[in-house]
Nanobody
Framework: QVQLVESGGGLVQPGGSLRLSCAAS????????MGWYRQAPGKEREFVAG???????NYADSVKGRFTISRDSTKNTVYLQMNGLKPEDTAVYYC?????????WGLGTQVTVSS
């Protein structure tokens, strides 16, 4: 079992920044993949950014150049640095982990971008 706890969401003005954190209950070196997804009201959950164990990263086109996924193995934590936030980034952001073919999800953290 892998437990994931997200934090760092909140209300921010357009153009602002937030850093989300996802703390894992296991060593992130034992996890094959960690990523961030988001779900806006009335929409399906969508991929935002991913980080595989070897260090490769990938991003949704809508966030490339604005969001950065990173990890701190000493804290078993994955981060999502979000810069240049737009109203359309408003959503609940979920952390995802895949370990030994099993997928795990956190409960999510709300990000609201509004003036």
């Amino acid at each position: 079992q892998v437990q994931l706890v997200e934090s760092g969401g909140g209300l921010v003005q357009p153009g602002g920044s937030l850093r989300l954190s996802c703390a894992a209950s296991v060593s992130i070196f034992s996890v094959n993949y960690m990523g961030w997804y988001r779900q806006a009201p009335g929409k399906e959950r969508e991929f935002v950014a991913g980080l595989i164990s070897g260090g490769d990263r990938n991003y949704a086109d809508s966030v490339k150049g604005r969001f950065t996924i990173s990890r701190d193995s000493t804290k078993n934590t994955v981060y999502l640095q979000m810069n240049g936030l737009k109203p359309e980034d408003t959503a609940v952001y979920y952390c995802n982990a895949i370990r030994n073919l099993a997928a795990y999800w956190g409960l999510g953290t709300q990000v609201t971008v509004s003036s």
